[in-house]
């Protein structure tokens, strides 16, 4: 009895420690303390900063969130910096030893690069929100979070030489400025595109009605991206289709045109075979042909083409959203030089090139096209091609004030986008 | 002869119990109301907040809104009925599979061949979470997967992905989960029970009926525990495997970044239903038996 005893003991507590195993795995990618290396250095915060003035006059006009910009000069650096990016932004060849932008940035400016990356905006923002870190590369949906959330401060464009050479196209739009203040430095940007699978969709499309309209052909096999800013690309589709809505900026929406997108949702719902939100997932489902037409990014059909996957992606006529990412810096960093300087380093044009064409967007930098690898990298990409930018709308962060200036309705807020996509997804 | 009277021997610990238990019982009991019960009473006391319209931070003021709002809509309350029946289902298949698999493993193959038969059934619990329902996935693939192919022939399709995919998915994750308590309560069965139950007169059904089934009986409930708190509480599989069919766990996911509070609403609902059936469970007297 004793022996047998001890088995069950046995056999229940390997049963929980390996549920435990089994629980810790499935949530391990969404730890969000940064490891213990990565936190800033005590001793860091005396930054040698006693060599040069510490106030200068150029205080910025507008009362912005985040304080005063880093009146500068930028001095050497604090011995470390830490960021946090998005994959394939911060590259320091453990990954292919030919892609390596931070080990010349580490020997030049003595800045030590602590790298955390994230996988969605929602993550970059938590992670911002815990403190210790210095620097993040933020999506459009992200960066007025971050600014109107106090995390992040406004940015001094003089003390980031590369700036100048940014597309104006990318400064000082409403993701990443308030009242004309820049909020951080572009690095690079995309549009989400419509890709078709070539078996199964046989004539050219040029339209997204092919994944919202209830007589579309391709019912079952539609995708869409499993997030609540996809309720954007509903809008984008309705200014064109239904312009009484007056819709101008899909990421101000007052409750009519809200309701709308919603309502042009549940209906492609019953077109959709699956949502994506996991672009491995997008991927193989796309090369398998299970899903025939929906939303993708340029990476995701770069890789189903070298995958041997017979597909075509475009941008609609209807315009499309799209992504441009910003280098911002946290507001109360003790490594203000070593972020400036990675700023620099990343927007100038050869890390520049280089980071946009690993990762697959367009570069931020009118000088990088020079520099790519594929001398084709900044045709394909679109880069300076300012018409096709047009009709593209970068992610932003809806909020009650509705951020195309109207004044006279209340915008739906983002935390209502989410609840309204998790009630359409569970319907 | 003389006696002498010596102190009792032992250290320190053994001449202060209480202090041996309070070195003993520290650690695990901090860990259990501060990391356990802490985080429980903070998901909890979320709930009841709401965020700014603005600014999207957190506003600490008591509301009960979210709550409104997740037992008013129906879509919610339809994913709360939905993933409940996974659940069930998901916990019942598991029974029917691990009732006779156990009973196997216990009580008709040679005892020599026991420990092995354990160790194949831990075997999948090896592998990754997510290896295992990204093989699912491919498996599951209308037309060109694995099961399509060997339903074909019987003029079958592909579950594909969806409510069944996802069932079938969470069922072998947990199954073995179910087969250890059952297996683990089928060994303790004393063969002289069985034997006065044939002496008696009872056949082979009547048997298991009113001598097995009241003794292994705990130990399904344990297993169905996990099984059920398990798939109760999963997001990921239904993202992968889902197709459009979502669970409470990724409206959870959907929201609790943009809105805090109402992901926490809706977090605390699997946790009711969990205590609830813990209850349940107690009051059949089942747990004592653990």
Not at chain 1, 95 to 119: H, I, M, R, Y
Not at chain 1, 216 to 223: F, N
Not at chain 2, 74 to 88: F, G, N
């Amino acid at each position: 009895m004793q022996a047998k005893r001890l088995l069950k003991v046995l056999a229940v507590s390997s049963a929980a420690a390996l549920l435990a195993a089994a629980c810790s795995s499935s949530t391990s990618s969404e730890s969000s303390a940064p490891a213990e290396s990565s936190a800033p250095a005590a001793e860091s915060s005396a930054a040698p900063e006693s060599s040069m003035p510490a106030e200068e006059s150029s205080a910025p006009a507008v009362e912005v969130p985040g304080g005063p910009a880093y009146a500068g000069p930028v001095g050497a650096g604090e011995g470390q910096v830490n960021i946090l990016a998005w994959p394939g932004y911060v590259e320091d060849g453990s990954t292919d030893p030919a892609v390596d932008w931070v080990t010349s940035f580490e020997e030049e400016t003595g800045c030590q690069v602590n790298l955390k990356t994230f996988g969605t905006s929602d993550e970059a923002v938590k992670l911002m929100q815990g403190g210790g870190w210095d620097v993040v590369s933020a999506s459009g949906d992200a960066t007025l979070r971050l600014i109107y959330g106090d995390n992040v401060q406004p940015l001094n464009p003089d003390l980031v030489p590369s700036y100048a050479d940014i597309y104006e196209d990318l400064k000082l739009q409403t993701h990443n400025s308030v009242g004309g203040v820049p909020f951080g430095v572009p690095h690079g940007r995309g549009a989400n595109l419509l890709m078709w699978n070539t078996d199964t969709v046989t004539e050219p499309l040029d339209s997204w009605a092919a994944t919202f309209e209830a007589d579309s052909p391709y019912a079952g096999a539609v995708t869409a991206y499993d997030s609540p800013i996809f309720i954007a690309d509903a809008a984008v589709y309705l200014m064109a289709t239904q312009p009484e809505l007056g819709i101008t900026d899909p990421y101000s929406l007052d409750r009519t045109q809200f309701d709308a997108a919603i309502a042009l949702l549940e209906q492609q719902k019953a077109l959709v075979g699956e949502y994506w939100s996991d672009y491995t997932k997008a991927l193989q489902a796309f090369v398998s042909g299970t899903t025939a037409v929906g939303t993708t990014w340029q990476v995701i059909a770069n890789l189903a083409e070298a995958e041997g996957g017979n597909v075509e992606a475009v941008k609609p006529i209807e315009g499309a959203t799209g992504w441009s990412d910003t280098w911002m810096i946290a507001k109360d960093t003790p490594n203000i030089n070593c972020a400036y300087l990675w700023l620099d380093h990343i927007a100038s044009p050869e890390v520049n090139a280089a980071a946009t064409e690993w990762f697959g967007e367009a570069p931020s930098n009118a000088l990088s096209c020079e520099l790519t690898a594929d001398a084709d990298h900044c045709t394909k990409y679109h880069a300076g091609d300012t018409a096709y930018w047009e009709d593209v709308y970068y992610w932003n962060t809806p909020t009650a004030a509705c951020i195309d200036g109207r004044t006279d309705v209340e915008c739906v807020p983002y935390s209502e986008w989410g609840t309204a996509w998790a009630a359409l997804r569970s319907s | 002869m003389t006696t002498t009277t010596s102190p009792p021997r032992g250290g320190f610990g053994y001449r202060h119990p209480s202090l041996r238990l309070a070195g003993l019982l520290t650690a695990p009991m901090a860990w259990l109301v501060v990391v356990y019960l802490g985080s429980l009473a903070a998901l909890f006391l979320t709930a009841f907040w709401t965020v700014d319209d603005f600014t999207g931070q957190l506003v600490r003021e008591f509301t009960l809104k979210n709550f409104q709002q997740v037992f008013t809509n129906p879509a919610y309350l339809s994913a709360m009925l939905r993933t409940l029946s996974i659940a069930l289902l998901v916990t019942l298949i598991s029974l029917v599979l691990a009732l006779p698999l156990s009973f196997f493993m216990a009580r008709v193959a040679n005892p020599r061949w026991r420990p092995l038969l354990v160790a194949l059934v831990l075997t999948p619990l090896w592998a990754s979470y997510l290896v295992k329902v990204y093989a699912w996935r491919s498996m599951l693939q209308p037309e060109t997967g694995v099961l399509a192919w060997f339903l074909d022939p019987l003029g079958l399709n592909s579950p594909g992905y969806g409510y069944i995919g996802i069932v079938i998915t969470l069922t072998y994750l947990w199954l073995p989960y179910m087969i250890l308590p059952i297996y683990a309560g089928l060994t303790r069965l004393p063969n002289s029970m069985l034997d006065a139950s044939a002496d008696l007169g009872a056949k082979g059904g009547r048997t298991f009926r009113s001598v097995v089934m009241p003794l292994v009986f705990p130990s399904i409930v344990a297993g169905s525990i996990f099984t059920f708190s398990l798939s109760l509480g999963d997001y990921i599989t239904a993202q992968i495997v889902g197709g459009k069919v979502t669970m409470l766990g990724n409206i959870v996911q959907t929201t609790y970044v943009t809105n805090l509070p109402f992901a926490a609403a809706v977090a605390t609902i699997p946790v009711v239903i969990v205590l609830l059936y813990l209850f349940a469970v107690r009051r059949s007297g089942a747990l004592d038996n653990l």
